[in-house]
């Protein structure tokens, strides 16, 4: 069979895989929008292979940078089953529809700009197949697959293949993007065993989680500088899926608890609300500590008395009159994008506000500007001078570190295990990981360049 990384390769946004058996049967696993690949126009609108010859697409989880491209590939021609968890199939609808409203408010006379439309996503909708964890599908009677939970969100599934050509027999995994252990809502993400070959993720091949504390008294800290001692603004960018809960769920037992005042919190994206939801109705896949958190008060995970859900212009509105000092948490996490930017637009200049940021920012974006201590930024058309105080935290981080990485490898590891591909990480992040692995694993790692083709 033929494995080719159409995304992301040395990058972590765009993900795209291909497997080609030698029957001709054709398996895509992921197909999301590349945010990095400025030189390539044309990167998300055309796809690098015949689209009319894939027979099933396998989805690892609802994030836009693995799921966003689905609907143009459906619009291309394709035909076969999406194979997702339930959990991610009813994120996608909303992502989706979220992702044609940016496009269509980008791309307001250029409508040939847009990928998609609200008629390629419903199509989308109608090719979903949802399997649970760990049950063994037959695709035909030469491929079956299974989903693991990866840890990374709700639903989040890393895939096992096994393979049977012509009596040979291998088994492949996709690690998809795996969580970071420990984390505050999601199960830890569980290894694939008797695997030939493993495609990771390395998004964070090269760093260690430096916060030594729990994600409430990080929250503790920056809620008391910023809007006890003085009358400021927390802006914390998050993506809607995942951190957003993270952090609304942290904030509500600290309320609860009496650990912090009652301060008011917006969750100003329009996907917070659908998320939340989802996260309650399938809060049996979540870990055992917030299932029991749940149970054990008032039945929901993210409701309390101060949060304010920004829904409509008309919440848009309340929000700009409120005064006091408060909690934002907005989209999109790297700050490209999304309502963050009108606050971020609003607030630069405003020495009493802090911008926390709690995610990983890819090189160019306005996240990573603000990090590299940029004192002008451009946003909304307009140069403005940074007099926000701009923080960064890893608590709430949704991916492992190198350690984290290492263990998940060693825990994949066996003789059988013949090759591990690096994708979804920065080029330096990759081969800092590869040198700090264990000779034996070290000596399986390939790093692949974008349409390379390897034979397995
Ligand atoms: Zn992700």
Same mark, same amino acid.
């Given at each position: 069979m033929k494995y080719t990384c159409w995304g992301a390769a040395k990058q972590v946004t765009g993900s795209m895989h291909l497997l080609q058996l030698d029957s001709g049967y054709t398996i895509l696993i992921d197909c999301g929008i590349d945010y990095e690949d400025k030189t390539n126009k044309e990167i998300n609108a055309?796809?690098?292979?015949?689209?009319?010859?894939?027979d099933v697409l396998i989805l690892t989880h609802a994030h836009i940078d693995h799921s966003g491209n689905i609907p143009n590939l459906v619009k291309q021609g394709f035909k076969g089953e999406i194979i997702c968890t339930e959990p991610t199939a009813y994120l996608l609808e909303k992502l989706w529809i979220d992702s044609v409203n940016i496009q269509n408010s980008n791309n307001k006379r250029n409508k040939s700009a847009r990928l998609y439309g609200f008629k390629e996503v419903k199509a989308s909708n109608e090719q979903v197949f949802t399997l649970p964890f760990y049950e063994r599908f037959e695709l035909n009677k030469n491929v079956a697959i299974s989903l693991h939970e990866a840890g990374h969100i709700i639903g989040a599934a890393s895939v096992r293949l096994e393979i049977d050509e012509e009596g040979e027999k291998k088994v492949i995994g996709f690690t998809g993007d795996l969580g970071n252990p420990g984390s505050k809502l999601i199960v830890n993400a569980v290894s694939m065993k008797n695997l030939d070959a493993l495609i990771s993720e390395t998004t964070y091949g090269n760093r260690h989680h430096q916060e030594k504390r729990t994600p409430e008294e990080v929250l503790i800290e920056h809620v008391t500088n910023t809007c006890i001692k003085q009358d400021g603004r927390l802006i914390i960018p998050a993506f809607s899926v995942g951190r957003t809960q993270a952090i609304l769920f942290t904030l509500k037992k600290l309320f609860n608890e009496g650990k912090l005042p009652s301060i008011r919190v917006f969750a #100003?994206?329009?996907?917070a609300l659908a998320s939340n939801n989802i996260h309650n109705r399938y809060s049996h896949y979540l870990n055992s500590e917030t299932q029991d958190y749940k149970r054990d008060n008032d039945g929901s995970l993210f409701d309390f008395k101060s949060l304010y859900l920004v829904e409509d212009a008309n919440d848009i509105e309340d929000m700009e009159l409120y005064r006091d000092s408060c909690i934002i948490v907005s989209s999109a996490g790297m700050l490209e994008g999304g309502r963050i930017q009108h606050h971020i637009s609003d607030h630069i200049q405003n020495p009493l506000c802090t911008i926390l940021i709690a995610g990983f920012c890819s090189p160019g974006t306005l996240g990573a500007q603000l990090l590299m201590g940029q004192s002008t930024i451009r946003i909304k058309g307009k140069d403005k001078y940074v007099y926000a105080k701009v923080l960064q935290t890893d608590v709430f981080s949704a991916h492992p570190d190198t350690i984290g990485l290492q263990q998940y490898f060693e825990q994949s590891n066996? #003789?059988?295990?013949k090759t591990i591909f690096f994708v979804h990480g920065e080029e330096m992040a990759m081969y800092d990981l590869k040198e700090v692995l264990t000779e034996d694993l070290r000596n399986k790692v390939i790093i692949p360049n974008r349409g390379e083709v390897f034979y397995l």
């Open positions: 055309r796809f690098p292979f015949d689209v009319k010859q894939i #100003d994206s329009p996907l066996s #003789d059988k295990l």
